[in-house]
């Protein structure tokens, strides 16, 4: 079992800047793959970023993002962060960190762990 917990979400201007964290449960942190989704209301749940476990620095991240948000991760903390700069309104959602001990995917469905949320907000 793992359980997330997010945290670093709140209201700020276009153009601004955030940073995310989930922190992770349990001792098995670096092997799982470890994914930031996001829903904004009335819209599907959305692939943002993801972290594998294999292979040193194996990212990947959605196009509308690509550029803006970094994702890392810390496996002595057992913590999960998402950088995200140049703040959009568009960007607004509640934003869910998530985990799985396979490969993952940009697919919800492959994840087995997720946390409640935090809302972010830009205003233009």
């Known amino acids: 079992q793992v359980q997330l917990v997010e945290s670093g979400g709140r209201l700020v201007q276009a153009g601004g800047s955030l940073r995310l964290s989930c922190a992770a449960s349990?001792?098995?942190?670096?092997?799982?793959?470890m994914a930031w989704f996001r829903q904004a209301p009335g819209k599907e749940r959305e692939f943002v970023a993801a972290?594998?476990?294999?292979?040193?620095?194996?990212?990947a991240y959605a196009d509308s993002v690509k550029g803006r948000f970094t994702i890392s991760r810390d496996n002595a903390k057992n913590t999960l962060y998402l950088q995200m700069n140049s703040l959009k309104p568009e960007d607004t959602a509640v934003y869910y960190c998530?985990?799985?001990?396979?490969?993952?995917?940009?697919?919800?469905?492959?994840?087995?762990?997720w946390g409640q949320g935090t809302q972010v907000t830009v205003s233009s």
């Open positions: 349990g001792r098995t942190f670096s092997r799982y793959t």
């Open positions: 972290s594998a476990w294999f292979g040193v620095g194996t990212t």
């Open positions: 998530a985990a799985t001990a396979y490969s993952g995917s940009t697919s919800r469905n492959a994840y087995d762990y």
